[in-house]
């Protein structure tokens, strides 16, 4: 019972008016009775928002609040491996480290003016002076305290570092325009850094413009699952301005407070770790790396494994250009030195001598080829098996839809799939056709990506096809949901991929009274086969799809044609070609797991 003496209840983001009568006693019949009162057609399987199914309770004699959400473990991603290697170091060596920062959010809500603006107001000591290059990452002074900024924003260069086992970061701040709100990438930036386990700041930003709505974007994000402290929630929200330099100092303040919740810390005379924050090569200098020490103290000199790069470092630099002779935990340096050009988010360690880092390296080589041989990432068909072996606990899901009328009843109905065995984890749920950022989730996270009335970008399918993610797409949702489920019980039947054979292009329309029509066609790409199934475009519209009803050259019936030749084409239940019509012959093949 809340203070008043009502009866109060908690309540998700969203909820089915179903769930809503078991969780406030009430019949679903009274409850769409009174939606239809306020102007709101629903049924009992209907979605509502928050502050929708909150009129209703009041209406009940209810109190509603707004559930906060809690990350369980299995929730998720796995922790970065820098940070399991630290593990083994003695606690009584541990101190703080200075704690690293990324910014994530909307492409146009001010990352980058943000971090500009950091950079260039040291609250401690004035102006920055000096600034001579920028090697991805500086450091700035807040009451005696260093913090230090990755200066690369954007959930893709994020993801790409956990996806090789590292994480850069420490606490994400989250970029939101007070005159926008939560928009799609802001969803995604925040499914970024939840999987990473990274403490998440809101900045709220251009809260000097005219058009500001502070209020409605922190419900937004509530809504997102960001609920604000002054809510009591456990979401630092910080009102800023970069434009204007307006709440910076309180921003850093919220920094520190959130550093000191969560343990940063390190040894500096340990072992060497950290992360590559970018690389490249200097036509001048060679390859040039831009490090982040993570822990031990990293010196001019040192023999270096850096992923699948070595070498013995020729010089170090500071953010400021500053040559140094060594970099403590949490310094962003810029090192030469390095055989290879390394990738954003390797691991590099110390070695004793630069001979046993190139053994080190061509182990790793040779273990990565065979890796390759025998990659399995995660996938539905063998699900339930590896759940058996003991290797996974739940599914992870990435789920794209045309609509969000669609990703509702989706996550709705994947809610209410038995999950007593094995967890369905939905790491992310978006509308859009699917993305390399997608992809890249997915990699980091040992995720299935799957899509309902949507396309899959040309790279992000190279990009699934090189990680090995798999992505299923969909146009009935039932289908969907079945799948996952069969998948939970181990009943699903193997993934079926559709084959491209060859192309045909109609060169003139035979007409016959017995048979209808027949494509007179030259094969332009491949093999066009009578057994296989036909794909009838026009203008890049596809018109059909159906059986090879007969396939004929030289007035022969063959089983198929290849590539330069001539043929006649009937297609079973079309008869509506035209000259320049492009036939597609194609074929389903059972796709390997993995």
Known sequence: MSENG??????????????????????????????????????????????????????????????IPELKEEDLGEIPLWRKLIEDEDPKNLTKRPPVVTILGHVDHGKTTLLDAIRH????????????????????????RKITF???????????????????????????????GVMPQTKEAIAHAKAARVPIIVALNKIDRDDANPDRVKKQLADAGLVPDEWDGDTIVVPVSAKMKLGLEDLLEAI????????????????????VIEAKIDKARGVVATLLVQNGTLHQG????????????????????????????????????????????????????????RMIVNDRKEKLAEAKLNKKQASLED?????QAGEVRELRLIIKADVQGSLDPIISTLNDIDQKEIKINVLHAETGNISESDIM?????????VGFNVDVDGSASKLAESEGISVRLYDIIYRLTEDIEKALKGMLEPEKQEVILGKAQVLTV???????????????????????????????????????????????????????????????GFNDFVEGDILECFTFEEKAAG
Do not use: W
């Open 6 to 67: 009502k009866k109060s209840v908690e309540l998700p983001v969203s909820i089915t008016i179903r769930d809503l009568g078991e969780k406030i006693g009430s019949s679903p019949i009274q409850i769409i009775k009174i939606l239809m009162s306020n102007g709101v057609m629903a049924n009992i399987n209907q979605i509502i928002d928050f502050d929708t199914a909150a009129i209703v309770c009041a209406e009940l004699g209810v109190e509603a609040t707004l559930e």
């Open 302 to 357: 040192d023999a270096v494994v850096v992923g699948l790069s070595h070498g013995n470092i020729k010089a170090m630099s500071g953010f400021l250009g500053e040559k140094i002779e060594e970099a403590g935990p949490s310094t962003p340096i810029q090192i030469l030195g390095l055989n290879e050009v390394p990738q954003a988010g390797d691991l590099f360690q110390v070695t004793d001598s630069d001979k046993e880092a």
């Open 510 to 572: 035979f007409s016959f009274s017995k048979v209808g029509k027949i494509a007179g066609c030259k094969v332009i790409e491949g093999t066009i086969r009578r057994n296989a199934q036909m794909r009838v475009m026009r203008n890049g519209e596809v018109l059909t799809e159906g059986e090879v009803a007969s396939l004929r050259r030289e007035k022969e019936n063959v089983r198929e044609v290849r590539e330069g030749f001539e043929c006649g084409i009937r297609v079973k």
């Open 441 to 449: 989730l997915a990699s980091a996270s040992n995720a299935i990506v």
């Open 256 to 275: 520190t407070l959130v550093a000191d919740n969560c343990k940063i810390l390190a040894n500096p005379k340990g072992k060497v770790i950290g992360t």
């Open 121 to 144: 107001s040291d609250v401690a000591g004035g102006e920055f002076g000096g600034i001579t290059q920028h090697i991805g990452a500086y450091q700035v002074v807040h009451k005696d």
């Open 383 to 387: 699900l339930f098996n590896r759940f």
């Open 150 to 180: 990755l200066d690369t924003p954007g959930h893709a260069a994020f993801t790409a570092m956990r996806a090789r086992g590292a994480q850069g970061a420490d606490i994400v701040v989250l970029v939101v325009a007070a005159n926008d």
